[in-house]
């Protein structure tokens, strides 16, 4: 496959294990002073809880990304005493780094007893650590593309990719053609028949109905779940492209804040060309959540796997990393036909023991009684 074609694919790689240890190494670096002989730094890194993705869509990196990072601080306060205390940073994400949608948020801890000195360094830790933490976070999206970018994107250098480069066009071919010739008109490829099937992703979340409905087609709140442009005027008959024109199509009906239908074409070499899948998004809202259902039809047979991890990847995920939960249903424990069928047999079993036992002797008690007056006599 060119390298063209295939870097216009939906990718999706997990790194948090590599995630987890460059906090691990790259935080507890940090170390402030301030102007004596205090000092305050970042010593142990206590959990990093959430999901890192490298994304590739139509040929551009995307870093996928919501952890919270809970860590310890030390340091010494003027006076000499050791001071310890905890850190949590609840939302380090995609959204807070390189969007600026909103301010890291941090909830201090502290552990030593409260003394002038102790207080004063508690000051500083918090006056200055921030600053420090978000410039070394800063970094963080370009090290993770610089790092695993090479992973998704395949080379178009032809020196790698072993393809030529193509020659020059010949200035004979491009030359007026001679009079009275017609020039053919272009031909627009008919679409094919093409084999398909129907793929179903669904996800409950906490939030209501008519929200979701907003998040997936309002033009303004689209990009922040997609982090692409987006065109979408939510009207019956309107175009519409998602994902930087990754995909694109036109709404067929719209009944908010229940069903979306969409015609729906994947923008890629991959996808049959004329082929028109159609997606239908039902929103079943419930008392405390809502479950959305993605219905495609018209997936070419060959592209389930890749079509289903993306409708994951770019819907399910995407309006996860924005904070929307999801609920996973509870499904209680059936007990199984065995212990139905086997219980009731086990008590009847027991049940005739004791009746023929009962029996058994009420008849010895009936003997007994009239043995007895012909052992007198």
Not at 139 to 160: C, M, N, Q, Y
Not at 162 to 171: F, L
Request: glycine share 6%.
């Amino acid at each position: 496959m060119a390298p063209t074609t295939a870097n216009w694919h939906w990718k999706n790689k997990t790194v948090t294990p590599w995630a987890k240890t460059w906090f691990e190494r790259e935080l507890t670096s940090i170390n402030v002073k301030g102007t004596g002989s205090e000092e305050v730094s970042i010593s142990k890194v206590v959990e990093v809880d959430g999901d890192v993705e490298l994304g590739q869509r139509k040929s551009k990196l995307i870093t996928i990304y919501d952890c919270k990072v809970e860590l310890q601080w030390a340091g010494t306060a003027s006076d000499g005493t050791e001071v310890s205390g905890t850190l949590i940073i609840p939302e380090v994400s995609h959204e807070i780094t390189l969007d600026g949608l909103s301010d890291y948020v941090y909830e201090w801890g502290l552990k030593t007893a409260s003394s002038p000195a102790v207080n004063a360094l508690y000051a500083l830790a918090k006056a200055k650590l921030p600053t420090a933490l978000e410039t070394k976070l800063a970094e963080f999206p370009s090290v993770l593309i610089e790092t695993h970018g090479k992973d998704l994107t395949v080379s178009t250098d032809p020196s790698r990719s072993g393809t030529p480069t193509q020659s020059a066009t010949p200035v004979a071919s491009a030359s007026k053609p001679a009079a009275g010739s017609t020039k053919p008109a272009a031909k627009k490829p008919e679409a094919k028949a093409v084999n398909s099937t129907t793929l179903t992703v669904d996800a409950t979340f906490m939030a209501a109905a008519d929200d979701l409905f907003g998040l997936l087609t309002d033009e303004k709140r689209i990009p922040l779940w997609t982090r692409a442009p987006a065109q979408s005027a939510a009207a019956v008959d309107t175009e519409y492209s998602l994902f930087g024109g990754g995909v694109k199509g036109k709404y067929t009906a719209l009944t908010p804040p229940k069903e979306i239908v969409q015609s729906w074409t994947l923008q890629s070499p991959t996808w049959p060309d004329g082929h028109v899948a159609t997606l239908t998004t039902t929103l079943d809202q419930a008392t405390d959540s809502t479950k959305v259902t993605w219905k495609l039809s018209g997936v070419p047979l060959g592209m389930e796997d890749e079509i289903t991890r993306n409708l994951q990847g770019y819907y399910v995920h995407g309006l996860k990393s924005i904070g929307y939960v999801q609920v996973t249903e509870y499904i209680p424990l059936q007990p199984t036909r065995k212990t139905r069928a086997t219980a009731p047999a086990r008590d009847n079993d027991a049940s005739s023991s004791r009746r023929y036992l009962a029996l058994v002797l009420a008849a010895l008690a009936l003997v007994a009684a009239f043995s007895i007056p012909y052992f007198y006599t």
